[in-house]
C-alpha cells in the first residue's frame, strides 16, 4: 500500500492520521487550518521552521529585527523559565471572525500557550513557550494568516498605537462620490428634455458609474472583506447582506448603463455606502466617548508597603509606587510591579501571569515581575518601573482564572446574531419574488431595503453597554468586578455567606491583651518578625499593636493556612497560631478570639482580641433578610454567637470553628440544593470559599492579598453598601430586557415598511446605524440614573 500524503501540507501519514471525508490528515494541527483556509490554499502554516516555504514572499526577512533579544525585552510584559507574553497591535481586527481565528492560535501552533483578544483596541495578548517558538516566528504566523502585526518600538516606549484613519479616507471618497453622483442624477430626477442635457446623458451615467467604482472597492471594501471571512470561517456575520445589498446594486446599475436601458441606481448605491460609513464613524465616536476602559488607579484598593529611607514601613496605594522605591512584599502577596529581588529568598508563583502554578526560586539581583505571588516569607525589591494603567486588571480577568462565565445574554445574541442574517435573506428573498411578480420596479429596492434596514447590532450592544456602564459606575464607588459578566451572576444571586474575621469585624479598632507567661524582649521581637510575614487579619492587627520596627532574619518560615505559623531563629522553635496548632488544649473550651504562643514546644500564653464589628453590619443584614438566605461562617469558636444572635436577623444560621476546607464544602452543600451563592470574605484564608462560590467578594482593608479566584474587591469603608450592589445587578437586567424589546419594536417596523416597498436603501441606511446608537444612548442614560443611587 502506497503512502497517504496529507490532504493539506503533503506531508507522509503516519498511523495516527485522521481521516475526514475521505481526506488524511497527518496532524490536527493541519486539519484545523485546512477547516480555516480554502482548499486551494494547501501552504501548511502548522510549523513555520520546518515549512519555510509557508512564509509568503513579501514578508520574507521583513521582520529580521526580532531576531535582536534587546528589541525584544522591550515588546516583552513577561519572560520567565520559558514563558514569555506579549502585547500586539493587529490593525485588521474587525469582526467575530477575527477574534475567533486569533483566539485559536494554539490549534496553529503547539507552542502558542493561549492568545486574548481586546476588540476595542484591536490587541492581542500572547503568552507562548519562548524555549519552542519565538516572538519572530509567532509575528510571522500572524502576518501569513492576514493579521499582521503593527510594531514600532518608539509607539512602544512612550506608550502610543499607529492611528488608523482608513475610514475617514473611506468616507471622504464615498462623500465626494455621492455629492457628484446627486448632481450628475438631477436631469433624471426631473426628466429634463432639453438638448443639451438629453445629448450628454450618456456621459452623465458613464461619469457616474466611474464615481461608483472607487466607493464599491474602496469605501466598501470592509464589508466585504468582513463578509468573506465570515463565510471562511462559516459564520454568517451582518456584514453579509450589506455586501449582498450594494454587490446587487452595483451589478444591476452597470448592467443597464452598458446595455443602456436606464441610468442604474448609482445614487442609491453611494448614498448607501456614504450613510453606512457615517453611521460606523459615529458609532465609534460614540463607544469612544462611553468608553468603559477601567482604570484601577481611580479605585483599585490595593495598598502595598514601602520601606522608607529611614528603615520605616509606610502603607501606600500602588499607583503612589515609583521607579527605585522599596518594597516590602509579605507572604502570600502579590507583586505589583517589575522589580530587582533586594532581600531575602523568593518562592514566586507566576500563575497569575502564565496560568502555570509551578513555583519558581528567585534569589537576590534576580528580576521579579508583576503578577507573581510570594509563597513563602517575605522579601525586599526595588522598583525598575511602575505598572501599567491596565495590567493587573488585564491579568485578573486572564481567561485562566475564569469560572463558567457563560452569559445568557450573550447566548441569546449569539444565537440571534447566527440566525438573523439567514432569516433577513430569507425575508428579502421572498419580498422581492413577490415585487417582481406584482410591480418590478420596486423590487430591486425592497431587496435592498431589507438587507440594510435589519439589524442585530442594537440587539448585541444592549447587553456589553448596560453592563460596561454599571462596571464603571461601581468602580468608581468603590466595587470592582472582574468582567462585566459578574453582574449578570450578582442579578441570579439567593444565598449571601459572610466571613466573620476581618469580613463582619474590623481590623482598625481591636483591642488587643496578653494573657500568659511573660515574654523577653528578644521573644516580642521575633513573634514580631513573625506575624509581620502573614497576611493573616489578626496577625496584621498583632504586629501593628506590638510596634517593633527591629528586624529579625528567620531560618525557617512556614504558615499553614487557617492553622497558624512555624517559624525558627537561631536554636529556637516557634509556634504562632490556634489552640490546637500550638497544642494546648487547656483553652479548647473557651469561647474567645486568640493568638496563641508556643516556643520550644512550651506553651507561653495567648494575646485576646476583643472584635470591633463594622457599625454597618446590624443595617447591612437586615436590608438584605427578605430576599436571601443569609449566613455566617468563621474559623473562630462560639465565643460571641451570643452577642450576634441579638444583633442580626433570627434567620441567620452561624457556623463556627469553619477551617478553609469547611467554609468550601458549605458552600458546595448550598450550590447543590440549587442555591446561587454569594461569598464575603478577606481574600486570603477564604481563597476556596471564594472560588467556589458562584459570586466571591473579596473585602479589602489596606492589604495586597489578591486572590485571581474572587470575583469582586469591595473597599471595607462601602461594606454598607452590599445590598444596593445586589439591587442595582437585578435593575441592570431588567434594563437589558428593555433594550432587548425596543430593538426588537424597531426592527419588526423597519422591515415593514421595507418589504412594503415605502423605504429607500438611502434612509435604510440612515436609520440602521441610529438604532444602534439609539440603545446605547437608552442604556447608558439607565445606568447613569441607577448609578446616582449611590449616595456617598
Given at each position: 500500500?502506497?503512502?497517504?500524503?496529507?490532504?493539506?501540507?503533503?506531508n507522509?501519514?503516519?498511523?495516527?492520521?485522521?481521516?475526514?471525508?475521505?481526506?488524511?490528515?497527518?496532524?490536527?494541527?493541519?486539519?484545523?487550518?485546512?477547516?480555516?483556509?480554502?482548499?486551494?490554499?494547501?501552504?501548511?502554516?502548522?510549523?513555520?521552521e520546518?515549512?519555510?516555504?509557508?512564509?509568503?514572499?513579501?514578508?520574507?526577512?521583513?521582520?529580521?529585527?526580532?531576531?535582536?533579544?534587546?528589541?525584544?525585552?522591550?515588546?516583552?510584559?513577561?519572560?520567565?523559565?520559558n514563558?514569555?507574553?506579549v502585547?500586539?497591535?493587529?490593525?485588521?481586527?474587525?469582526?467575530?471572525?477575527?477574534?475567533?481565528?486569533?483566539?485559536?492560535?494554539?490549534k496553529?501552533?503547539?507552542?502558542?500557550?493561549?492568545?486574548?483578544?481586546?476588540?476595542?483596541?484591536?490587541t492581542?495578548?500572547?503568552?507562548?513557550?519562548?524555549?519552542?517558538?519565538?516572538?519572530?516566528?509567532?509575528?510571522?504566523?500572524?502576518?501569513?494568516?492576514?493579521?499582521?502585526?503593527?510594531?514600532?518600538?518608539?509607539?512602544?516606549?512612550?506608550?502610543?498605537?499607529?492611528?488608523?484613519?482608513?475610514?475617514i479616507?473611506?468616507?471622504?471618497?464615498?462623500?465626494?462620490?455621492?455629492?457628484?453622483?446627486?448632481?450628475?442624477?438631477?436631469?433624471?430626477?426631473?426628466?429634463?428634455?432639453?438638448?443639451?442635457?438629453?445629448?450628454?446623458?450618456?456621459?452623465?451615467?458613464?461619469?457616474?458609474?466611474?464615481?461608483?467604482?472607487?466607493?464599491?472597492?474602496?469605501?466598501?471594501?470592509?464589508?466585504?472583506?468582513?463578509?468573506?471571512?465570515?463565510?471562511?470561517?462559516?459564520?454568517?456575520?451582518?456584514?453579509?447582506?450589506?455586501a449582498?445589498?450594494?454587490?446587487?446594486?452595483?451589478?444591476?446599475?452597470?448592467?443597464?448603463?452598458?446595455?443602456?436601458?436606464?441610468?442604474?441606481?448609482?445614487?442609491?448605491?453611494?448614498?448607501?455606502?456614504?450613510?453606512?460609513?457615517?453611521?460606523?464613524?459615529?458609532?465609534?465616536?460614540?463607544?469612544?466617548?462611553?468608553?468603559?476602559?477601567?482604570?484601577?488607579?481611580?479605585?483599585?484598593?490595593?495598598?502595598?508597603?514601602?520601606?522608607?529611607?529611614?528603615?520605616?514601613?509606610?502603607?501606600?496605594?500602588?499607583?503612589?509606587?515609583?521607579?527605585?522605591?522599596?518594597?516590602?512584599?509579605?507572604?502570600?502577596?502579590?507583586?505589583?510591579?517589575?522589580?530587582?529581588?533586594?532581600?531575602?529568598?523568593?518562592?514566586?508563583?507566576y500563575s497569575?501571569?502564565?496560568?502555570?502554578?509551578?513555583?519558581?526560586?528567585?534569589?537576590?539581583?534576580?528580576?521579579?515581575?508583576?503578577?507573581?505571588?510570594?509563597?513563602?516569607?517575605i522579601?525586599?525589591?526595588?522598583?525598575l518601573?511602575?505598572?501599567?494603567?491596565?495590567?493587573?486588571?488585564?491579568?485578573?480577568?486572564?481567561?485562566?482564572?475564569?469560572?463558567?462565565?457563560?452569559?445568557?445574554?450573550?447566548?441569546?445574541?449569539?444565537?440571534?446574531?447566527?440566525?438573523?442574517?439567514?432569516?433577513?435573506?430569507?425575508?428579502a428573498?421572498?419580498?422581492?419574488?413577490?415585487?417582481?411578480?406584482?410591480?418590478?420596479?420596486?423590487?430591486?429596492?425592497?431587496?435592498?431595503?431589507?438587507?440594510?434596514?435589519?439589524?442585530?447590532?442594537?440587539?448585541?450592544?444592549?447587553?456589553?453597554?448596560?453592563?460596561?456602564?454599571?462596571?464603571?459606575?461601581?468602580?468608581?464607588?468603590?466595587f470592582?468586578?472582574?468582567?462585566?459578566?459578574?453582574?449578570?451572576?450578582?442579578?441570579?444571586?439567593?444565598?449571601?455567606?459572610?466571613?466573620?474575621?476581618?469580613?463582619?469585624?474590623t481590623?482598625?479598632?481591636?483591642?488587643?491583651?496578653?494573657d500568659?507567661?511573660?515574654?523577653?524582649?528578644?521573644?516580642?521581637?521575633?513573634?514580631?518578625?513573625?506575624?509581620?510575614?502573614?497576611?493573616?487579619?489578626?496577625s496584621?492587627?498583632?504586629?501593628?499593636?506590638?510596634?517593633?520596627?527591629?528586624?529579625?532574619?528567620?531560618?525557617?518560615?512556614k504558615?499553614?493556612?487557617?492553622?497558624?505559623?512555624?517559624?525558627?531563629?537561631k536554636?529556637?522553635?516557634?509556634?504562632?497560631?490556634?489552640?490546637?496548632?500550638?497544642?494546648?488544649?487547656?483553652?479548647?473550651?473557651?469561647?474567645?478570639?486568640?493568638?496563641?504562643?508556643?516556643?520550644?514546644?512550651?506553651?507561653?500564653?495567648?494575646?485576646?482580641?476583643?472584635?470591633?464589628?463594622?457599625?454597618?453590619?446590624?443595617?447591612?443584614?437586615?436590608?438584605?433578610?427578605?430576599?436571601?438566605?443569609?449566613?455566617?461562617?468563621?474559623?473562630?469558636?462560639?465565643?460571641?454567637?451570643?452577642?450576634?444572635?441579638?444583633?442580626?436577623?433570627?434567620?441567620?444560621?452561624?457556623?463556627?470553628?469553619?477551617k478553609?476546607?469547611?467554609?468550601?464544602?458549605?458552600?458546595?452543600?448550598?450550590?447543590?440544593?440549587?442555591?446561587?451563592?454569594?461569598?464575603?470574605?478577606?481574600?486570603?484564608?477564604?481563597?476556596?470559599?471564594?472560588?467556589?462560590?458562584?459570586?466571591?467578594?473579596?473585602?479589602?482593608?489596606?492589604?495586597?492579598?489578591?486572590?485571581?479566584?474572587?470575583?469582586?474587591?469591595?473597599?471595607?469603608?462601602?461594606?454598607?453598601?452590599?445590598?444596593?450592589?445586589?439591587?442595582?445587578?437585578?435593575?441592570?437586567?431588567?434594563?437589558?430586557?428593555?433594550?432587548?424589546?425596543?430593538?426588537?419594536?424597531?426592527?419588526v417596523?423597519?422591515?415593514?415598511?421595507?418589504?412594503?416597498?415605502?423605504?429607500?436603501?438611502?434612509?435604510?441606511a440612515?436609520?440602521?446605524?441610529?438604532?444602534?446608537?439609539?440603545?446605547?444612548?437608552?442604556?447608558?442614560?439607565?445606568?447613569?440614573?441607577?448609578?446616582?443611587?449611590?449616595k456617598?
Amino acid at each position: 500500500m502506497s503512502d497517504l500524503l496529507c490532504y493539506h501540507c503533503g506531508n507522509v501519514c503516519d498511523n495516527k492520521s485522521i481521516t475526514t471525508d475521505d481526506k488524511y490528515f497527518c496532524c490536527n494541527g493541519c486539519k484545523t487550518v485546512f477547516e480555516i483556509f480554502s482548499e486551494n490554499d494547501l501552504t501548511c502554516y502548522y510549523d513555520l521552521e520546518q515549512n519555510p516555504g509557508a512564509i509568503p514572499e513579501e514578508i520574507q526577512g521583513k521582520y529580521d529585527f526580532l531576531d535582536n533579544q534587546q528589541i525584544v525585552q522591550k515588546l516583552l510584559e513577561f519572560d520567565d523559565n520559558n514563558k514569555q507574553v506579549v502585547s500586539l497591535y493587529i490593525p485588521h481586527i474587525h469582526c467575530s471572525s477575527c477574534i475567533w481565528i486569533l483566539e485559536n492560535l494554539h490549534k496553529l501552533q503547539k507552542s502558542i500557550i493561549a492568545s486574548q483578544v481586546n476588540f476595542p483596541k484591536k490587541t492581542i495578548r500572547i503568552t507562548y513557550n519562548s524555549a519552542a517558538i519565538s516572538l519572530k516566528e509567532i509575528v510571522v504566523l500572524l502576518s501569513s494568516i492576514g493579521y499582521e502585526p503593527y510594531i514600532s518600538l518608539e509607539d512602544y516606549e512612550v506608550g502610543k498605537k499607529k492611528i488608523d484613519r482608513t475610514l475617514i479616507y473611506q468616507l471622504a471618497i464615498a462623500g465626494f462620490a455621492f455629492g457628484n453622483v446627486m448632481f450628475l442624477s438631477f436631469p433624471e430626477y426631473f426628466e429634463v428634455n432639453e438638448y443639451w442635457l438629453e445629448q450628454y446623458k450618456y456621459v452623465f451615467r458613464w461619469l457616474m458609474l466611474s464615481f461608483s467604482l472607487p466607493v464599491v472597492l474602496y469605501s466598501a471594501k470592509g464589508y466585504f472583506i468582513s463578509a468573506y471571512k465570515g463565510i471562511k470561517s462559516k459564520l454568517l456575520n451582518i456584514d453579509v447582506p450589506i455586501a449582498l445589498g450594494v454587490t446587487v446594486l452595483f451589478v444591476r446599475s452597470v448592467v443597464e448603463v452598458v446595455f443602456d436601458l436606464g441610468t442604474g441606481f448609482f445614487d442609491s448605491l453611494t448614498g448607501l455606502v456614504f450613510f453606512l460609513l457615517i453611521g460606523k464613524f459615529f458609532q465609534q465616536k460614540t463607544y469612544s466617548f462611553l468608553s468603559f476602559e477601567r482604570d484601577f488607579k481611580s479605585y483599585f484598593p490595593i495598598a502595598v508597603t514601602k520601606i522608607t529611607t529611614d528603615k520605616k514601613e509606610e502603607n501606600i496605594q500602588i499607583y503612589d509606587v515609583k521607579k527605585g522605591d522599596r518594597l516590602l512584599i509579605r507572604n502570600q502577596e502579590l507583586i505589583p510591579v517589575d522589580g530587582i529581588l533586594i532581600n531575602g529568598i523568593a518562592t514566586i508563583d507566576y500563575s497569575f501571569v502564565t496560568g502555570e502554578s509551578l513555583a519558581v526560586e528567585k534569589k537576590s539581583g534576580d528580576k521579579i515581575f508583576a503578577g507573581g505571588k510570594q509563597l513563602n516569607g517575605i522579601i525586599e525589591m526595588e522598583v525598575l518601573k511602575t505598572v501599567s494603567q491596565s495590567y493587573l486588571t488585564q491579568l485578573w480577568s486572564n481567561d485562566v482564572f475564569n469560572k463558567d462565565n457563560v452569559s445568557k445574554f450573550k447566548n441569546l445574541t449569539d444565537t440571534i446574531s447566527k440566525r438573523f442574517t439567514i432569516f433577513v435573506l430569507s425575508v428579502a428573498t421572498i419580498a422581492t419574488v413577490f415585487w417582481m411578480l406584482t410591480d418590478a420596479t420596486k423590487a430591486l429596492n425592497v431587496f435592498t431595503a431589507v438587507l440594510i434596514i435589519a439589524c442585530p447590532c442594537a440587539i448585541a450592544l444592549a447587553a456589553p453597554f448596560t453592563l460596561g456602564n454599571l462596571l464603571r459606575i461601581l468602580g468608581k464607588k468603590k466595587f470592582y468586578l472582574k468582567n462585566a459578566a459578574v453582574i449578570e451572576k450578582m442579578a441570579a444571586i439567593d444565598t449571601v455567606i459572610f466571613d466573620k474575621t476581618g469580613t463582619l469585624t474590623t481590623t482598625k479598632k481591636n483591642q488587643i491583651e496578653y494573657d500568659g507567661d511573660e515574654l523577653a524582649p528578644e521573644e516580642y521581637k521575633v513573634l514580631a518578625n513573625i506575624v509581620k510575614i502573614s497576611n493573616h487579619p489578626l496577625s496584621r492587627m498583632l504586629y501593628a499593636s506590638l510596634g517593633v520596627v527591629e528586624n529579625i532574619e528567620l531560618n525557617t518560615y512556614k504558615e499553614y493556612t487557617g492553622k497558624g505559623i512555624e517559624a525558627a531563629v537561631k536554636d529556637r522553635s516557634y509556634k504562632v497560631g490556634s489552640s490546637t496548632f500550638v497544642a494546648n488544649s487547656t483553652t479548647d473550651q473557651l469561647f474567645e478570639t486568640a493568638i496563641h504562643i508556643g516556643i520550644n514546644e512550651i506553651y507561653k500564653g495567648k494575646f485576646v482580641f476583643t472584635n470591633t464589628y463594622r457599625p454597618a453590619m446590624n443595617t447591612v443584614f437586615h436590608q438584605l433578610e427578605k430576599g436571601y438566605n443569609l449566613s455566617v461562617l468563621s474559623g473562630d469558636n462560639e465565643g460571641e454567637l451570643t452577642y450576634l444572635e441579638k444583633q442580626l436577623p433570627k434567620k441567620v444560621t452561624f457556623s463556627f470553628n469553619q477551617k478553609p476546607e469547611d467554609k468550601l464544602s458549605y458552600i458546595q452543600n448550598m450550590q447543590e440544593k440549587g442555591n446561587k451563592v454569594l461569598m464575603v470574605g478577606d481574600g486570603l484564608n477564604d481563597a476556596g470559599a471564594l472560588a467556589q462560590s458562584d459570586v466571591g467578594i473579596s473585602l479589602s482593608e489596606n492589604i495586597n492579598v489578591f486572590s485571581p479566584a474572587c470575583d469582586a474587591i469591595l473597599d471595607a469603608q462601602k461594606f454598607k453598601y452590599i445590598p444596593m450592589y445586589l439591587k442595582l445587578s437585578k435593575r441592570a437586567i431588567q434594563i437589558i430586557k428593555y433594550s432587548f424589546v425596543l430593538s426588537l419594536c424597531y426592527n419588526v417596523v423597519g422591515l415593514y415598511f421595507a418589504v412594503t416597498g415605502q423605504l429607500q436603501p438611502v434612509i435604510a441606511a440612515i436609520l440602521m446605524p441610529l438604532s444602534s446608537i439609539t440603545i446605547v444612548i437608552f442604556t447608558t442614560i439607565m445606568t447613569n440614573i441607577l448609578g446616582k443611587q449611590l449616595k456617598e
